[in-house]
């Protein structure tokens, strides 16, 4: 994050510098008067931001590539050339009239009429002026480019575009100073040009606010299509932008709906549970009065635990919840109908409605279920609750298997409190086995630390990990949305999980005892944590797809509102590209992050194996996620195979970034979606 941070820190810098350089040059131009120590102090600043920004370019690209691989042209065009010619015209000159006025002093009483002596109006001169004027207009233009139009790609045709503006208001610029008009006239031209720019300023602001809005209809499978270098198909049916998309099979093969790809349908579920949605007053246990949407009226919803290869009925029953809502299965890859997202696999439920869902729980760990209508309100009202998948003969006998969620709630006054607030307390009798599922429901990354015993994380996002080490003292950082569990004998002493800096589980053996303090020496890394095991694929592989998908951040309109924006590729939803695949894929993709906040990426319906971040190979037990932190100025290389056919959401799970356009699709060929977002229909985008 800080070499993020320091480079548009450098880029608002250049902008300030060379802008004030070229207000200072041209008056001192006009009132042919220099003060040529001062000038070169200033072109010292604009050199030395230059230079750190340059530099900080090679670090990023030196990580990786896309880091600067669609920008650094256009750095070079608008930086690199214009400040260096202007350094080369000034410096020399300033320093030149610095030293003969030097040689001129008279005496203390004429220093001040020699240092402020009229300057010959030579064209030396005038090319000085004009070269860092140049700079400045190509600093201003730089950062605008930054601040509202992230590069989506290196097209030649942008980079063109870019240089001919560039040119064109230098040459406007030149043609200006050329044409030298009375005071009057100047002023005039001046103010004309400025009324003009607010106009155009204006009609460009009300114009992106209108072009920003969203249909009211419209199919989530909206987008140009991305084919990731792989076989290309068959398009005759396939709609772009904001009509929708059908991807056909190459051969013609009829299109299969999302309804289609159910869970079993018949047969007695193993596990059957009926969740209620209603809005109810819930009291935590700090006292704090919570108006929630609730499952089941708790918070947070109750806890589901089925046996690896359950047949799962849930009954969903809309009691009062007037926006509608839905279940989503977080890091279960069920069957595509039953992934339950609005507009995309279902419509959602509305008041006095039911929906069923089925499907078998195949992959054994720490899972979690919430609205996927409008998520990002429903989920912090509390419309979420934890699933949690046992081995088929369950967990070995005296295992104490405690769940650990902190999640925060607003409370009626607008407030907001967190569940574990005050600590929990917890009794657990000393040589007691114990698994802590760590999860993290809330938008940001969330650290624990657990104190008072070494401890081994036993998985990642329900996926167990190969031979973990025992740690200690280690900070585990969880992506918004992902999952770890730890596991540890419990110690004669209290063991205390901290979630936040004011909340916590204390474990002891009478569920007293005083809060040790939290230690931690350092991070705990995946990457390289336990032991290498053999995988269906690994870096090495040959893969069929290959993605990128590169964040950023621009300030611009969405649905009507003016919003920090988060990019894919420098758009939002419901511009962001189609990921298309065909069954049996082996996939790619390369997640890069240039924006100034963590990004944790969540692929419905598959697990993601991590090959690498910032180049660097994974070494450790294969890390398997279904929600990926990526931090500003990383990047990271993950794999998955193509293996569950569907329409699937791939977003940010901060669902704040989400429900501003930081989402795109994943889809099969010959898969296609017949259920619509939109204002004018029941389900909301994210």
Same mark, same amino acid.
């Given at each position: 994050?800080l070499l993020i941070a320091i480079d548009l820190a450098l880029q608002f810098l250049l902008f300030v510098v060379w802008g004030c350089a070229a207000i200072r040059f041209s008056r001192s131009e006009k009132r042919h008067s220099f003060r040529p120590r001062s000038h070169l102090v200033l072109l010292g600043a604009g050199l030395l931001f230059t230079a750190g920004k340059f530099v900080t370019l090679f670090i990023l690209g030196s990580r990786d590539?896309?880091?600067?691989?669609?920008?650094?042209?256009? $750095?070079? %065009?608008?930086?690199?050339?214009?400040?260096? =010619?202007?350094?080369?015209?000034?410096?020399?000159?300033?320093?030149?009239? +610095?030293?003969?006025?030097?040689?001129?002093?008279?005496?203390?009483?004429?220093?001040?009429?020699?240092?402020?002596?009229?300057?010959?109006?030579?064209?030396?001169?005038?090319?000085?002026?004009?070269?860092?004027?140049?700079?400045?207009?190509? =600093?201003?233009?730089?950062?605008?480019?930054?601040?509202?139009?992230?590069?989506?790609?290196?097209?030649?045709?942008?980079?063109?575009?870019?240089?001919?503006?560039? =040119?064109?208001?230098?040459?406007?610029?030149?043609?200006?100073?050329?044409? /030298?008009?009375?005071? !009057?006239? /100047?002023?005039?031209?001046?103010?004309?040009?400025?009324?003009?720019?607010?106009?155009?300023?204006?009609?460009?602001?009300?114009?992106?606010?209108?072009?920003?809005?969203?249909?009211?209809?419209?199919?989530?499978?909206?987008?140009?299509?991305?084919?990731?270098?792989?076989?290309?198909?068959?398009? =005759?049916?396939?709609?772009?932008?904001?009509?929708?998309?059908?991807?056909?099979?190459?051969?013609?093969?009829?299109?299969?709906?999302?309804?289609?790809?159910?869970?079993?349908?018949?047969?007695?579920?193993?596990? /059957?549970?009926?969740?209620?949605?209603?809005?109810?007053?819930?009291?935590?246990?700090?006292?704090?009065?919570?108006?929630?949407?609730? *499952?089941?009226?708790?918070?947070?919803?109750?806890?589901?635990?089925?046996?690896?290869?359950?047949?799962?009925?849930?009954?969903?029953?809309?009691?009062?919840?007037?926006?509608?809502?839905?279940?989503?299965?977080?890091?279960?890859?069920?069957?595509?109908?039953?992934?339950?997202? +609005?507009?995309?696999?279902?419509?959602?439920?509305?008041?006095?409605? @039911?929906?069923?869902?089925?499907?078998?729980?195949?992959?054994?760990?720490? *899972? !979690?279920? $919430?609205?996927?209508?409008?998520?990002?309100?429903?989920?912090?009202?509390?419309?979420?609750?934890?699933?949690?998948?046992?081995?088929?003969?369950?967990?070995?006998?005296?295992?104490?298997?405690?769940?650990?969620?902190?999640?925060?709630?607003?409370?009626? &006054?607008?407030?907001?409190?967190?569940?574990?607030?005050?600590?929990?307390?917890?009794?657990?009798?000393?040589?007691?086995?114990?698994?802590?599922?760590?999860?993290? @429901?809330?938008?940001?990354?969330?650290?624990?630390?657990? @104190?008072?015993?070494?401890?081994?994380?036993?998985? %990642?996002?329900g996926t167990d990990i190969n031979e973990p080490a025992e740690l200690t003292n280690r900070r585990l950082v969880l992506a918004a949305g992902g999952r770890y569990d730890v596991a540890f004998t419990m110690p004669d002493k209290p063991v205390y999980v901290s979630t936040d800096p004011s909340s916590g589980m204390l474990l002891s053996a009478d569920g007293k005892g005083s809060v040790p303090e939290a230690k931690t020496d350092s991070v705990f890394?995946?990457?390289? *944590?336990?032991?290498?095991?053999?995988?269906?694929?690994?870096?090495?592989?040959?893969?069929? /797809?290959?993605?990128?998908?590169?964040?950023?951040?621009?300030?611009?309109?969405? &649905?009507?509102?003016?919003?920090?924006?988060?990019?894919?590729?420098?758009?939002?939803?419901?511009?962001?590209?189609?990921?298309?695949?065909?069954?049996?894929?082996?996939?790619?993709?390369?997640?890069?992050?240039?924006?100034?906040?963590?990004?944790?990426?969540?692929?419905?319906?598959?697990?993601?194996?991590?090959?690498?971040?910032?180049?660097?190979?994974?070494?450790?037990?294969?890390?398997?996620?279904?929600?990926?932190?990526?931090?500003?100025?990383?990047?990271?290389?993950? +794999?998955?195979?193509?293996?569950?056919?569907?329409?699937?959401?791939? $977003?940010? $799970?901060?669902?704040?970034?989400?429900?501003?356009?930081?989402?795109?699709?994943?889809?099969?060929?010959?898969?296609?979606?017949?259920?619509?977002?939109?204002?004018?229909?029941?389900?909301?985008?994210?």
């Open positions: 994050m590539w896309f880091f600067v691989r669609d920008t650094i042209t256009v $750095h070079l %065009i608008l930086l690199g050339v214009p400040i260096a =010619a202007a350094l080369v015209r000034t410096i020399p000159l300033l320093w030149k009239l +610095a030293s003969d006025r030097q040689r001129d002093r008279l005496g203390p009483s004429k220093a001040v009429e020699s240092a402020r002596a009229e300057v010959p109006d030579s064209g030396k001169l005038q090319m000085a002026v004009f070269s860092v004027q140049a700079a400045g207009i190509g =600093a201003s233009v730089d950062f605008v480019l930054t601040l509202l139009f992230p590069m989506k790609s290196l097209d030649i045709w942008n980079v063109i575009l870019i240089a001919v503006i560039f =040119a064109a208001l230098t040459g406007a610029l030149w043609r200006l100073r050329k044409r /030298r008009q009375p005071k !009057w006239s /100047r002023k005039v031209r001046i103010t004309a040009c400025v009324l003009l720019a607010l106009a155009s300023a204006s009609s460009w602001l009300v114009w992106s606010s209108q072009a920003s809005k969203l249909p009211g209809r419209m199919s989530m499978m909206a987008g140009s299509a991305d084919y990731g270098g792989g076989v290309t198909m068959n398009s =005759a049916q396939m709609g772009h932008g904001r009509s929708g998309m059908a991807s056909m099979s190459s051969s013609d093969a009829e299109a299969v709906s999302v309804k289609e790809l159910t869970g079993p349908r018949s047969g007695e579920p193993d596990q /059957r549970f009926t969740l209620i949605a209603e809005k109810k007053t819930v009291t935590l246990k700090s006292g704090a009065a919570i108006e929630a949407w609730t *499952y089941n009226g708790q918070l947070p919803g109750p806890e589901l635990r089925v046996r690896q290869g359950d047949l799962v009925e849930v009954k969903l029953i809309n009691k009062d919840i007037e926006e509608g809502v839905t279940i989503h299965w977080h890091g279960q890859d069920v069957p595509n109908a039953e992934d339950g997202v +609005a507009g995309v696999t279902q419509d959602s439920v509305m008041p006095g409605q @039911t929906y069923t869902y089925r499907f078998i729980a195949r992959q054994v760990g720490s *899972y !979690w279920y $919430h609205s996927h209508q409008q998520s990002s309100e429903q989920v912090k009202r509390g419309l979420f609750g934890t699933l949690i998948v046992l081995p088929k003969e369950g967990l070995e006998p005296g295992i104490e298997d405690i769940t650990v969620m902190d999640p925060t709630y607003r409370k009626a &006054d607008g407030s907001e409190v967190n569940l574990l607030s005050p600590i929990d307390h917890r009794i657990v009798k000393a040589g007691t086995p114990v698994r802590l599922r760590l999860f993290n @429901t809330g938008n940001w990354p969330k650290n624990v630390s657990i @104190t008072g015993v070494p401890f081994k994380v036993a998985a %990642i996002d890394d995946p990457l390289t *944590y336990g032991s290498p095991l053999k995988t269906l694929f690994d870096a090495t592989s040959q893969f069929d /797809r290959n993605f990128t998908m590169v964040f950023d951040n621009k300030l611009g309109f969405y &649905d009507g509102g003016f919003e920090r924006l988060f990019t894919i590729n420098g758009e939002v939803f419901p511009n962001t590209p189609m990921l298309m695949v065909k069954e049996g894929d082996l996939v790619k993709t390369t997640f890069v992050n240039r924006s100034l906040v963590p990004h944790p990426m969540h692929l419905h319906g598959h697990h993601m194996l991590v090959l690498s971040r910032n180049g660097k190979p994974s070494t450790g037990s294969p890390w398997w996620v279904d929600t990926l932190n990526v931090d500003p100025g990383e990047s990271y290389v993950v +794999a998955f195979k193509a293996d569950n056919p569907g329409l699937w959401m791939d $977003h940010c $799970h901060n669902l704040e970034h989400a429900a501003i356009g930081m989402t795109l699709h994943l889809s099969y060929e010959g898969v296609i979606s017949p259920f619509e977002v939109g204002h004018a229909t029941q389900n909301r985008p994210e």
